[in-house]
């Protein structure tokens, strides 16, 4: 899966992209991550991306025509590629989506910046706006850090153990207590249930626990199963 950024910090990714999974991911061929200069993309001296607001207003918005060109150039005649603008007026990511992004061969993240951008930007060269949370961000770059990550792991071969991803968490419900080495530390025991050998108990035990963890910490992933 290819993944191309649209930034005017493309340094900020520099040491990000450059560990762990996404790392070996990367070099083993499975995710192709790009990160473009949106000054590139600018045709004046200054290598303006951003101008002030029409109507008058504080801060300042990125302009349409340097993400326009950029994205002509960037997607070109390849097929299955959804352009996605990073925003707070955009669909919540989730699991759910997740998945439904981890579908398509490519992505396109516009990283927005300042008091927003130009809504042509919006109505003509975006699929869809993405947020990650009801907060404000200093920009996008966050923001398309957390997509490319939460995206990314769930392309086929990008996580090891693939079995993984079946009992974590937010896939239905909270993942259960996990524990590891020494058995008893500062008087606070690994559960016996563990240590039997047992495995069906065990996969009951871990059941009952994710259960009993979503109702106490995030009751509406509960909810949200009903349905």
Same mark, same amino acid.
């Given at each position: %899966?290819?993944?191309?950024? $649209? ?9 990000? =992209?450059?560990?762990? @999974? ?18 590139? !993309? +600018? ?18 918005? %990125?302009?349409?025509?340097? #993400? ?5 150039? @960037?997607? *070109? ?14 669909? &919540?990511?989730? %699991?759910?989506?997740?998945?439904? $992004? ?5 992505? #396109? ?6 008091? *927003? ?10 699929? %869809? ?8 961000? +200093?920009?996008?770059? /966050? ?10 792991? =769930? ?10 991803? =079946?009992?974590?968490?937010? *896939?239905?419900?909270?993942? !259960? /207590?996990?524990? +590891?080495?020494? &058995? ?9 249930? $563990? ?23 995030? /009751?509406?992933?509960? &909810?949200?199963?009903?349905?």
């Amino acid at each position: %899966m290819r993944f191309d950024v $649209l930034t005017i910090f493309p340094e900020f990714f520099n040491g990000p =992209l450059q560990e762990g @999974i996404l790392r070996r991911a990367q070099a083993s061929g499975i995710l192709d991550i790009r990160v473009h200069d949106l000054r590139e !993309y +600018t045709t004046d001296r200054h290598r303006s991306t951003d101008d002030y607001p029409y109507g008058g207003g504080p801060g300042m918005v %990125m302009k349409v025509e340097p #993400i326009a060109r950029a994205l002509r150039k @960037i997607k *070109g005649r390849r097929k299955d590629v959804l352009t996605v603008l990073t925003s707070p007026q955009g669909r &919540r990511l989730d %699991m759910e989506l997740a998945r439904e $992004l981890a579908g398509h061969r490519g992505l #396109i993240l516009i990283c927005g910046r300042y008091e *927003g951008v130009d809504e042509r930007v919006v109505q003509g060269y975006c699929d %869809m706006e993405l947020s990650v949370g009801d907060y404000v961000m +200093t920009g996008g770059e /966050p923001a398309s850090l957390v997509a490319i990550d939460v995206v990314g792991r =769930l392309v086929p071969g990008v996580v090891g153990n693939a079995d993984s991803l =079946l009992s974590e968490s937010f *896939g239905d419900l909270l993942e !259960y /207590p996990q524990y +590891t080495r020494p &058995r008893v530390y500062a008087g606070r025991s690994v559960p016996e249930v $563990l240590l039997s050998g047992d495995h069906e108990r065990i996969r009951q035990w871990r059941a009952e626990q994710s259960r009993s963890r979503t109702a106490k910490k995030r /009751p509406d992933l509960l &909810r949200k199963t009903k349905k």
